[in-house]
């Protein structure tokens, strides 16, 4: 549907619970996942990976965003729940099953839940 004029892109969102809480801390292996996010899905990387740690309390933890050539991947990582919540939106077609399962497999995730919407 996307890249056909159906649609003008798609725009996916995962939660991840129970991650492992040593991965979501880590800003070096975060943008790793970012780069091996992209070739899996091939998308293409627009400049350098924004990963910053800040907020207090329940909503500590690091946030990330990629821009990439046809929009942006973005995340944040809550340190009190080891919770990720994922959003990669794009207007050319990715599967959204394969970023779930790689995200899921990638910060040692116990369970996932995706949401996959087209954008017109």
């Known amino acids: 549907m996307v890249g ?3 649609a003008w892109g798609l725009c996916t969102a995962v939660d991840l619970h129970d991650c492992n809480p040593e991965l979501i801390r880590d800003a ?3 943008k790793r996942y970012v780069v091996e996010l992209c070739e899996l899905i091939d998308m ?4 350098e990976c924004q990963v910053v740690d ?3 309390g329940p909503v500590a ?3 990330m965003v990629q821009l990439i050539s046809t929009s942006l991947i973005s995340g944040h990582f809550a340190n009190a729940t080891n919770h990720a919540y994922l959003d990669i939106f794009s207007c050319k077609g990715y ?3 394969v ?6 497999e990638f910060f040692g995730a116990r369970r996932s839940v995706a949401t996959a919407t087209l954008r017109y």
Do not use: L, M
């Open 4 to 6: 056909s004029g159906k």
């Open 28 to 30: 070096e292996y975060i």
């Open 44 to 47: 293409k990387r627009f400049g």
């Open 54 to 56: 800040f907020g207090d």
């Open 61 to 63: 933890g690091y946030s």
């Open 95 to 97: 599967d959204p099953a």
């Open 99 to 104: 970023v779930e399962s790689f995200s899921k």
